[in-house]
């Protein structure tokens, strides 16, 4: 058992000896050392809820590899995709600091990897430490392609609370048993809602809730009196979860790879996309205690699984085969309990470098809509609401993704595959969430689709404000931006008013993924000074895939530490 508390040169010979792909340490221009991997995509013959089917693993492994690095290092992946599906990999909340070629969405910042194709992804962790994911950026391939990315601190650098004992790494998932890459296309064809996940799943195991898991089973063994810490990766596609563990508390100590005030919770809830630290300390009655994953559902009429994933703490010496405890959620729509969770979160230090004096401001709406059915076969492809299609959109727009990249058409100036015209502020405001659903008009209005871009200058101090709406029905929206945290500095319910908004400039937690409150707004803060093409998306893959995204444009500053490098000489062509 790896004792990660240790020193980074010990705890990576360990990782070595326990088969990791960890290949060469070198040196890199910036000082830091260099790691190496190698991810192969393979389809791989999996066995679960009674059923076996094959699916697409990174190496074989389901959960993936873990990447391990510290502060500052440079990491250098090389995917191979022997599967015929193509594919990219994104490094969810690192902010790849002029290495935006390295991102991985698909058509955003790179073509797609063919079959048969190779691509060597090559960024540096800048100032960047703590618990990351990396999962598939194309179709809903991430269903099954993700794994843990861990960054230490630099090598005598502590951590700001106790060293726990041990860690773990858990990640929360949904599992289908139908192909992941069909299920999308279905979906989208028949353009109505998605069919639920057939289990979730605790890092890859559904537990013994459902059928053929009685040893399907995730477990953590603990020794009575010692504190553990636990790093909770979202990697599920679309639906939010609550986790807690029988009779223990947790204690928020990092979210989204940031530092926060320690927060002590029976209960957290995580969107996809988010990522949290929690110290847990095995001081109850030896015995063995359920771990619950279960979702968190605040739209009206979904249909969702609702059968919880569990996974075992157990202490050492507890009798075998004992009765587990078991760990109390909340309901499926419990919006309070994921307000308490969010009200705690805090950056750790105060006051932070958030921006006071803001250059842009932007508004834009969030939500769900309905497209009127044009289809000659509206049985099998109108299925939405009131037989139409459901669509997504923000302020009005249903982002649509090109058949080139955006950053090699940005970078390389050709015209045709987007625009510069996605609007900083909605169509029309009115009262955007009570008394949902809206109708104005009564079809949740007509939407425009496009690859349409929104372009910021250099150093821009940028405020946005993002609004659900409850044009289908509201909902909390998990939405993520690429190539940049962020400072959550206000939210709340109901319509955002800049009159009575509450905002946070002392300590406002540092983001990558912020839940927009059902009903409600957020507002956040950062500084353009990463120059590419960052796509800014819902992480809920069915609402991206009905066009829940924009991309934003970040101009090069001054000089060539201001300015988007040259592409790689392997990037994939579409």
């Keep these: 058992m790896v004792n990660f508390s240790a020193s980074f040169p010990l705890w990576l010979s360990l990782l070595l000896i326990h088969g990791y792909n960890v290949l060469v340490m070198a040196q890199c221009p910036s000082g830091g050392p260099t790691r190496f991997y190698d991810f192969k995509l393979q389809t791989t013959r999996v066995a679960k809820l009674c059923t076996s089917k094959d699916m697409v693993t990174i190496n074989g492994m389901f959960p993936g590899p873990v990447v391990y690095a510290q502060e500052d290092d440079r990491i250098i992946v090389k995917v191979t995709n022997e599967t015929p599906y193509n594919t990219t990999i994104h490094w969810h909340g690192v902010r790849q600091k002029l290495s935006c070629w390295f991102d991985g969405p698909s058509y955003i910042t790179q073509c797609p990897i063919q079959p048969g194709q190779s691509f060597t992804y090559n960024f540096t962790m800048v100032k960047q430490k703590g618990t990351f994911f990396w999962h598939a950026h194309v179709s809903w391939l991430r269903a099954t392609v993700y794994g843990a990315l861990v960054v230490y601190p630099k090598t005598g650098v502590p951590y700001?609370?106790?060293?726990?004992?041990e860690e773990r790494i858990l990640i929360l998932g949904e599992y289908w048993l139908q192909d992941v890459v069909q299920l999308e296309h279905d979906t989208v064809a028949s353009g109505g809602p998605p069919t639920p996940a057939d289990a979730f799943t605790i890092n890859g195991h559904p537990g013994p809730n459902y059928n053929c898991s009685n040893n399907d089973v995730y477990q953590i063994d603990v020794v009575s009196g010692k504190t553990y810490m636990l790093r909770l990766v979202h990697a599920g596609l679309n639906v939010e979860s609550f986790f807690a563990i029988a009779n223990h508390n947790l204690t928020i100590v990092e979210a989204d790879a940031e530092y926060t005030k320690p927060f002590?919770?029976?209960?957290?809830?995580?969107?996809?996309?988010?990522?949290?630290?929690?110290?847990?300390?095995?001081d109850q009655p030896q015995g063995k205690y359920s771990m619950a994953m279960g979702p968190y559902m605040s739209a009206k009429g979904v249909k969702f699984q609702n059968i919880s994933s569990i996974a075992y703490f157990q202490y050492l010496g507890a009798v075998p085969n004992s009765f587990t405890l078991p760990a109390k959620l909340p309901s499926f729509n419990d919006n309070l309990a994921v307000k308490t969770v969010m009200d705690g979160l805090r950056s750790l230090t105060a006051p932070v470098n958030v921006p006071?004096?803001?250059?842009?401001?932007?508004?834009?709406?969030i939500g769900l809509n309905v497209q009127k059915c044009h289809s000659k076969t509206p049985k099998e492809n109108c299925q939405g609401l009131n037989n139409g299609v459901m669509a997504a959109s923000m302020n009005n727009i249903s982002f649509v993704k090109p058949k080139v990249s955006v950053l090699d058409a940005y970078y390389k100036r050709i015209n045709g595959y987007f625009t510069e015209d996605f609007p900083g502020v909605p169509k029309k405001f009115y009262d955007f969430v009570n008394g949902a659903p809206n109708s104005i008009p009564n079809n949740t209005e007509a939407i425009l689709?496009?690859?349409r871009t929104l372009?910021?200058?250099y150093g821009t101090r940028v405020q946005l404000i993002l609004q659900d709406t409850g044009t289908v029905t509201t909902e909390n929206h998990p939405i993520h931006l690429h190539g940049y945290s962020f400072y959550v500095v206000g939210y709340g319910t109901g319509n955002y008013?800049?009159?009575?908004?509450?905002f946070n400039l002392v300590d406002p937690p540092y983001m990558n993924t912020i839940g927009v409150p059902v009903s409600g707004w957020a507002a956040i803060r950062f500084v353009a000074d990463n120059p590419g093409v960052w796509f800014m998306h819902c992480h809920l893959?069915?609402?991206q895939s009905w066009g829940l995204g924009t991309v934003l444009v970040v101009?090069?500053?001054?000089?060539?530490?201001?300015s988007l490098p040259h592409p790689p000489a392997d990037l994939p062509q579409c």
């Excluded at 919770?265 to 300390?281: A, I, K, S, W």
């Excluded at 101009?555 to 201001?562: A, T, V």
């Design 455 to 457: 372009v910021l200058e």
């Design 497 to 502: 008013n800049p009159q009575n908004a509450s």
């Design 541 to 543: 893959d069915i609402h």
């Design 555 to 562: 101009k090069n500053g001054k000089g060539r530490l201001e």
């Design 160 to 165: 700001p609370f106790k060293v726990p004992y």
């Design 449 to 451: 689709n496009g690859t």
């Design 356 to 365: 006071r004096k803001i250059d842009s401001e932007l508004f834009i709406t």
């Design 264 to 282: 002590t919770t029976d209960r957290v809830m995580l969107g996809p996309g988010q990522t949290m630290v929690v110290l847990v300390t095995a």
